[in-house]
């Protein structure tokens, strides 16, 4: 596995660990803590709202006390209820614009015996209806102040809020003992004001008219009160939520239900949802965070690994050293790279440097170093070369062996130094009397030289070796020892290799040396053919 998967893969099983970590202690953390302390703090604001509502009912009801009790308590009320006046109620009270104000549906005034003076309702619109409701004492009795209990309280006056069913409809009473403004003396009667529990009575309990409060009545009554988060007339409160909404149930003197109010429950400031998403961004960010770890990691190391790995490997293979892998950086990975960069840097230019000197060394031991001609070790790999190359048995090849006449005799007149000066003569001159590009003219050793002519004929070879003979007498170079000239001259024999036929440089030589034999005998200064072999 290379680095780069085994490190994908590590990488992978750490988003894994690293999501499957988050996400077991988001869960711990959500139902052993979050949760239950969001839901404990929603439930207690449940309960909050649940009292605000009751507070609104029981200021709204305030505003009906406040009244009755102003009233009640007035001492021209007080004379009048016990005069019976019926007249002065009609005038002070059956006004259309103290019911709109008030927002009452009726007042009713009774004598200290429990019988109706005067009373008076009105519909909802404060239209006065002629038929009054409250004139049956088995209806209205039970919201009277009756004597006994203005002497049982110690205090007077005392009034009674109560919820009754007028019409088939919700109702709340108001009922007010009538006292003299002293507050000593004896109860005059009940002052009593009552309105319908409605659209409107909730519309005022909902500030800036958005109607958050909704009052139930009748038939949806049954399946609202089993889940009340509390009771009129309890200090309890529970949250229930029924419906999406806190409910606040109201019974009737019987005790049956008769009125409910609702809020809806407060949106929740947590949402599961939210928890799920979190996650879910949580799963995202750890993605993109090991996304841009991995690319890091990668570019600062991986990269450099496989730049180095590729760039020995192709090296180790191809033994190319001008390779490079083009690091450079302060990291460990990047300084190793720079190194190994230095070290093919050496590595290459002590390649260059052996190479030359190889070459040179090459070239050292294919030359004669007097002369500077091709030597005897050179001129065999050359006729071995040639023997390789089938196509050269189609040609033919001749061999000249060139030998310098009484050589020894010159040394002896002139000096070593001056029979090497004459041998790098001959040399050139052999060379310059020959073709470079097809001959090859080598020293053989000593005095002697050899020529091989490719593609040359007997007819050719024995041309060319004449023009030698020639060329070097035509140096003039003065013998001044015994030979047949006074000037230095050279004895060639040659050895042809026709067309068509191998080449066996052994045998070739051998005959071209039988035929310089033959040359020194007849006289020297001359070529002499070998027969066809
Ligand atoms: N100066 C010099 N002389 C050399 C060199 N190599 C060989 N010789 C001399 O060449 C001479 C060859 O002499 P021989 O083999 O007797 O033949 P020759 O005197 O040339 O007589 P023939 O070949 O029969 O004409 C010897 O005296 C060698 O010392 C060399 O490198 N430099």
Same mark, same amino acid.
């Given at each position: 596995?290379?680095?780069k998967s085994?490190?994908?893969?590590r990488?992978?099983?750490?988003?894994?660990?690293a999501?499957?970590?988050?996400l077991?202690a $988001?869960?711990?953390? @959500?139902?052993?803590?979050?949760?239950?302390?969001?839901?404990?703090?929603?439930h207690y604001?449940d309960?909050?709202?649940?009292?605000?509502v009751?507070n609104?009912?029981?200021?709204?009801?305030n505003?009906?006390?406040?009244?009755?009790?102003?009233?009640g308590?007035?001492?021209?009320?007080y004379?009048?209820a016990?005069?019976?006046?019926?007249?002065?109620?009609?005038?002070?009270?059956?006004?259309?614009?103290?019911?709109?104000?008030q927002?009452?549906?009726?007042?009713?005034?009774?004598?200290?015996?429990?019988?109706?003076?005067v009373?008076?309702?009105a519909?909802?619109?404060?239209e006065f209806?002629v038929?009054?409701?409250?004139?049956?004492?088995?209806?209205?009795?039970?919201?009277?102040?009756?004597t006994?209990e203005?002497q049982?309280?110690?205090?007077?006056?005392?009034?009674k809020? $109560?919820?009754?069913?007028v019409?088939?409809?919700?109702?709340?009473?108001?009922s007010?003992?009538?006292?003299?403004?002293?507050?000593?003396?004896?109860?005059?009667?009940t002052?009593l004001v009552?309105q319908?529990i409605?659209?409107?009575f909730? #519309?005022?309990?909902?500030?800036?008219?958005?109607?958050?409060? +909704? +009052?139930?009545?009748?038939?949806?009554?049954?399946a609202?009160f089993?889940?009340?988060?509390s009771?009129?007339?309890s200090?309890d409160?529970?949250?229930?939520?029924?419906?999406?909404?806190?409910f606040?149930?109201?019974?009737?003197?019987?005790?049956k239900?008769?009125?409910a109010?609702?809020?809806?429950?407060?949106?929740?400031?947590y949402?599961?949802?939210?928890?799920?998403?979190?996650?879910l961004?949580?799963?995202?960010m750890?993605?993109?965070?090991?996304?841009?770890?991995?690319?890091?990691?990668?570019?600062?190391?991986?990269?450099?690994?496989l730049?180095?790995?590729?760039?020995?490997?192709?090296?180790?293979?191809?033994? %190319?050293?001008?390779q490079r892998?083009?690091?450079?950086?302060?990291?460990?990975?990047?300084?190793?790279?720079?190194?190994i960069?230095?070290?093919? &840097?050496?590595?290459?230019?002590n390649?260059?440097?052996l190479?030359?000197?190889?070459?040179?060394?090459?070239?050292?031991?294919n030359? *004669?170093?007097?002369t500077?001609?091709?030597?005897? @070790?050179y001129? %065999?790999q050359?006729?071995?070369?040639?023997?390789?190359?089938?196509?050269?048995?189609?040609?033919?090849?001749?061999?000249?062996?060139i030998?310098?006449?009484?050589?020894k005799s010159?040394n002896?007149t002139?000096?070593h130094? #001056?029979?090497? @000066?004459?041998?790098? $003569?001959?040399?050139?001159?052999?060379k $310059?009397l020959?073709?470079?590009?097809?001959?090859l003219? &080598?020293?053989?050793?000593? #005095?002697?030289?050899?020529?091989?002519?490719?593609?040359?004929?007997?007819a050719?070879?024995?041309?060319?070796?004449?023009?030698? &003979?020639?060329?070097?007498? +035509?140096?003039?170079?003065?013998?001044?020892?015994?030979?047949?000239?006074?000037?230095?001259?050279?004895s060639?024999?040659?050895?042809?290799k026709?067309?068509?036929h191998?080449?066996d440089s052994?045998?070739?030589?051998?005959?071209a *040396?039988?035929?310089l034999?033959?040359?020194?005998?007849?006289?020297?200064? @001359?070529y002499?053919c070998?027969?066809?072999?």
């Amino acid at each position: 596995m290379s680095v780069k998967s085994k490190l994908r893969s590590r990488l992978l099983l750490a988003v894994a660990a690293a999501f499957v970590s988050i996400l077991a202690a $988001q869960t711990i953390i @959500r139902f052993n803590w979050t949760l239950p302390q969001l839901d404990h703090l929603a439930h207690y604001n449940d309960q909050l709202d649940v009292k605000r509502v009751k507070n609104q009912i029981s200021q709204q009801l305030n505003l009906n006390k406040n009244f009755t009790y102003d009233n009640g308590v007035w001492d021209e009320n007080y004379s009048n209820a016990r005069e019976k006046n019926i007249d002065w109620f009609q005038q002070n009270y059956f006004i259309k614009q103290t019911f709109a104000h008030q927002n009452l549906n009726g007042i009713y005034f009774y004598d200290a015996q429990g019988q109706l003076i005067v009373g008076m309702s009105a519909n909802r619109e404060f239209e006065f209806i002629v038929t009054p409701e409250f004139t049956d004492p088995a209806i209205y009795s039970p919201l009277l102040i009756t004597t006994k209990e203005v002497q049982d309280n110690q205090q007077l006056p005392i009034s009674k809020v $109560q919820f009754i069913e007028v019409h088939g409809k919700a109702a709340v009473v108001t009922s007010q003992s009538i006292a003299p403004s002293n507050e000593h003396g004896p109860s005059a009667g009940t002052m009593l004001v009552w309105q319908f529990i409605d659209d409107k009575f909730v #519309e005022l309990l909902s500030p800036n008219g958005q109607q958050l409060v +909704q +009052q139930h009545q009748g038939a949806d009554l049954d399946a609202i009160f089993p889940h009340l988060s509390s009771e009129w007339g309890s200090n309890d409160v529970d949250a229930q939520v029924y419906q999406g909404r806190l409910f606040i149930g109201v019974k009737d003197l019987q005790h049956k239900p008769l009125i409910a109010f609702s809020i809806p429950q407060s949106p929740r400031l947590y949402d599961r949802a939210i928890f799920d998403s979190s996650i879910l961004a949580g799963l995202v960010m750890a993605i993109i965070v090991l996304g841009l770890f991995y690319f890091f990691i990668h570019k600062s190391m991986i990269q450099p690994v496989l730049k180095m790995l590729k760039t020995v490997s192709y090296v180790s293979l191809s033994s %190319d050293y001008s390779q490079r892998t083009g690091l450079s950086g302060s990291s460990e990975l990047h300084r190793l790279g720079e190194l190994i960069d230095q070290l093919l &840097c050496v590595v290459e230019s002590n390649k260059q440097i052996l190479q030359q000197q190889n070459e040179q060394l090459a070239a050292l031991s294919n030359t *004669d170093q007097l002369t500077s001609l091709a030597n005897r @070790r050179y001129l %065999d790999q050359h006729l071995a070369v040639l023997s390789s190359h089938e196509a050269n048995r189609q040609l033919p090849l001749s061999l000249l062996v060139i030998d310098i006449d009484f050589f020894k005799s010159f040394n002896d007149t002139f000096g070593h130094a #001056e029979g090497d @000066r004459i041998l790098r $003569q001959v040399a050139h001159a052999l060379k $310059q009397l020959t073709h470079g590009a097809t001959d090859l003219v &080598c020293r053989f050793g000593g #005095e002697e030289f050899v020529v091989v002519l490719e593609n040359t004929d007997k007819a050719n070879a024995a041309h060319v070796a004449d023009n030698l &003979c020639r060329g070097i007498e +035509q140096l003039k170079i003065a013998h001044g020892g015994k030979n047949a000239s006074e000037f230095i001259t050279i004895s060639i024999g040659v050895a042809t290799k026709p067309a068509d036929h191998a080449i066996d440089s052994q045998q070739l030589f051998e005959r071209a *040396d039988a035929a310089l034999y033959r040359a020194k005998s007849l006289g020297r200064n @001359r070529y002499v053919c070998a027969d066809n072999a």
